[in-house]
């Protein structure tokens, strides 16, 4: 079954960026309507969407980080990666990848989304 | 941050039934389907309930959801010491254009 593996440097200066990579295994990055999203979770705090990207290029980001995210994917090597530029203490927690589904339920206004499948996490440290 | 909230925590007997709530608004839980994730402690959090009500493969059927307007509950039956973890509601918000989540509810096994 598809699995996601995210890495990256676990120390990041202030004002520097942030740059995180998630390599899909098991299976295509080149699926369908699946989206590939970041997710973040500061220590002790709840989830936050960072931001979604599809094999095409589509994105969808976090308005309130928008400003500061980029997205990118590679199918030659089936990865995706983030870029969070200016990075302060704020942005210290761990980066978790995953593969969404949104779609439209049938014969309704209604979407369905959820995140199936997860990486394990990775730690980052915004310090000097 | 987070656009759904929910209990901070709930806490049953070995055996006993808990209820957890996530409240939304028109423009996520209002309209779309929700689902909902189980984070044991210091691994990555996992879907165990997506479209409202249904579950993934190899989730137990003790576990069940439900939604109502701009709510939904998750439920979980004969709740054991491996249940305790936190919970986290999710869907989509179609005016932010993007996922959210609950505040979390950590559950406690008394």
């Known amino acids: 079954q598809v699995q996601l593996q995210e890495s990256g440097p676990g120390l990041v200066k202030p004002s520097q960026t942030l740059s995180l990579t998630c390599t899909v295994s098991?299976?295509?990055?080149?699926?369908?309507?699946?989206?590939w999203t970041w997710v973040r979770q500061p220590a002790g705090k709840g989830l936050e969407f960072l931001g979604r990207?599809?094999?095409?290029?589509?994105?969808d980001y976090n308005p309130s980080l928008k400003s500061r995210v980029t997205l990118s994917i590679d199918t030659s090597k089936n990865l995706f990666s983030l870029n969070l530029s200016s990075v302060t203490a704020a942005d210290t927690a761990i980066y978790y990848c995953?593969?969404?589904?949104?779609?439209?339920?049938?014969?309704?206004?209604?979407?369905?989304?959820?995140?199936?499948?997860w990486g394990t996490g990775t730690a980052v440290t915004v310090s000097s | 941050q987070s656009v759904l909230t929910q209990p901070p925590s709930v806490s049953a007997a070995p055996g006993q039934k808990v209820t957890i709530s996530c409240s939304g608004t028109?423009?996520?839980?209002?309209?779309?389907?929700v689902c909902w994730y189980q984070q044991l402690p210091g691994t990555a959090p996992k879907l165990i309930i997506y479209?409202?009500?249904k579950r993934p493969s190899g989730i137990p059927d003790r576990f069940s959801g439900s939604k109502s307007g701009t709510s939904a509950t998750l439920g979980i039956t004969e709740v054991q010491t491996g249940d305790e973890a936190e919970y986290f509601c999710?869907?989509?918000?179609?005016?932010?254009?993007?996922?959210?989540f609950g505040t979390g509810t950590q559950v406690t096994v008394l």
């Open positions: 995953a593969r969404d589904i949104l779609g439209q339920v049938l014969n309704s206004p209604d979407n369905y989304y959820y995140m199936d499948v």
């Open positions: 098991g299976g295509s990055i080149n699926t369908g309507s699946n989206y």
């Open positions: 990207i599809h094999f095409r290029g589509n994105t």
């Open positions: 028109r423009t996520n839980i209002g309209n779309n389907y």
């Open positions: 479209d409202n009500d």
């Open positions: 999710g869907t989509w918000d179609f005016s932010l254009r993007m996922g959210v």
